[in-house]
C-alpha cells in the first residue's frame, strides 16, 4: 500500500462545476499537506499548503486538512478550461523535509 | 527573480550508461531536493542537499548521487542504467529557514533509457 493515495482520473467536468479532489494517506508523522497543479510537459508548481488540521482559502482554491481520518481535499469553484492539469497532493513531516506525493489526478475542464 | 532552470531537456541513453543532468537553483536558495517521476505517477523524493551537504535521501540505490556547488547549483548523476530509469527528473530549489519553505520546481529533464 502507497503511503499517499489519490483517485488517477481522469476527472472530466463542465465549465462553472465545483471539482473536489481527495488523497488520504497512512504517515501520521505528515504535519504540512500540499496541494500542486502540473500542466503536460512542466515541472508541479504549489497551489496552496496547510499546515496541521483545518480549510484554507485562496480565491477559488479551499483546501481541507483532516488528520483525524487521515484525508485531505481541494475544491476549486467555478473551474475553468485553464484548470485542466493534473492536480498532486504531497505531504511532509517537517517544514524542509523530502515531499511525499500521491500519483496525481487528471483534470479536465471541459467549455 | 530567476526560477529553476534544468538542462538538459531531453535526454536518450542506452542500458549501463552513465548520465549527468543539472539544475540552477533559483536566486537567494540554498536547498534542492532531487525528484523522480515516472509516466503517470507522481514525484519520488531521490535526495535533498543542503549547504552542499547531503540533508535526506529516498528509497534510491546509491547509483543515484548528487552534488551541490557553492552557487548552490545542483547535479543529479546516475550510473549503470537501467530501463527502469526513464521518467521525468525534477529538481527544486527552496530556502532551508523557519516554518515552512516552499520548494520551486524546475521544468524537468526527461530521461529515455533504451
Known amino acids: 500500500q502507497k503511503e499517499v493515495e489519490q483517485d488517477p482520473g481522469p476527472l472530466s467536468v463542465p465549465e462553472g462545476a465545483i471539482v473536489s479532489l481527495n488523497c488520504t494517506y497512512s504517515?501520521?508523522?505528515?504535519?504540512?499537506f500540499m496541494w500542486y497543479r502540473q500542466y503536460s510537459r512542466k515541472g508541479p508548481e504549489l497551489l496552496m499548503y496547510t499546515y496541521s488540521s483545518g480549510n484554507k482559502e485562496d480565491g477559488r482554491f479551499t483546501a481541507q486538512v483532516d488528520k483525524s481520518s487521515k484525508y485531505i481535499s481541494l475544491f476549486i469553484r467555478d473551474s475553468q478550461p485553464s484548470d485542466s492539469a493534473t492536480y498532486l497532493c504531497a505531504m511532509s513531516a517537517g517544514a524542509g523535509n523530502m515531499l511525499t506525493f500521491g500519483g496525481g489526478t487528471r483534470l479536465m475542464v471541459k467549455p | 527573480e530567476t526560477g529553476v532552470t534544468q538542462s538538459p531537456t531531453h535526454l536518450i541513453k542506452t542500458r549501463g550508461q552513465q548520465v549527468t543532468l543539472r539544475c540552477s537553483s533559483q536566486s537567494g536558495h540554498n536547498t534542492v531536493s532531487w525528484y523522480q517521476q515516472a509516466l503517470g505517477q507522481g514525484p519520488q523524493f531521490i535526495f535533498q542537499y543542503y549547504r552542499e551537504e547531503e540533508n535526506g535521501r529516498g528509497n534510491f540505490p546509491p547509483r543515484f548521487s548528487g552534488l551541490q556547488f557553492p552557487n548552490y547549483s545542483s547535479e543529479l548523476n546516475v550510473n549503470a542504467l537501467e530501463l527502469d530509469d526513464s521518467a521525468l527528473y525534477l529538481c527544486a530549489s527552496s530556502l532551508l529557514q523557519g516554518a515552512y519553505n516552499e520548494q520551486f520546481f524546475g521544468p524537468g529533464t526527461r530521461l529515455t533509457v533504451l
Open positions: 504517515n501520521s508523522a505528515f504535519q504540512y
